[in-house]
């Protein structure tokens, strides 16, 4: 199996499994309104790719009912469907770029100096979620971020 395929199959569950998991609102709240729409848009694809396909329709259904046992037979079976159906891989491979990656910092502390929650150079797409809980702080910055887009 080409790794590339492998890869991609892996991080479709990843971003579906919190998903399904913890449902839509809690998802929307921890990831964005971003992040949910495009594993919205993700789950909706495999399920009208998969209309015909009783097995993995089957497999899908059980996938959304207990995450956690079907995570490996959702992923085997998307292998297989992203090898024999290229445009699908090419959706799916889009909607992840779209979604980007994901940083959540949190830190709680009694007293803090010269405290930053995110540094970083640039960010052109993702989300970044930064939360401070601090009582007593010096020199306190949320994120420092020299360039987005």
Known sequence: ????????????????????????????????????????????????RWLGDTEATESLVLFEQKPERYQTVLE??????????KDLASQVF????????????FQRMEEGEGITGVEAGELHTGTVKSTQEIKKGKDVKGAKIDRIG
Do not use: C, H
């Open 76 to 85: 085997e079976i998307l292998q297989e469907k992203l090898v024999e159906d």
């Open 94 to 105: 889009q909607l992840l770029q779209e979604m980007g990656p994901t940083l959540e910092i």
């Open 1 to 48: 199996m080409d790794q590339a395929i492998v890869d991609l199959a892996t991080k479709v569950v990843a971003v579906l499994l919190p998903f399904v998991s913890k449902g839509a609102e809690e998802f929307a709240t921890k990831l964005g309104d971003t992040a949910y729409e495009k594993a919205k848009t993700l789950l909706s694809t495999l399920k009208q």
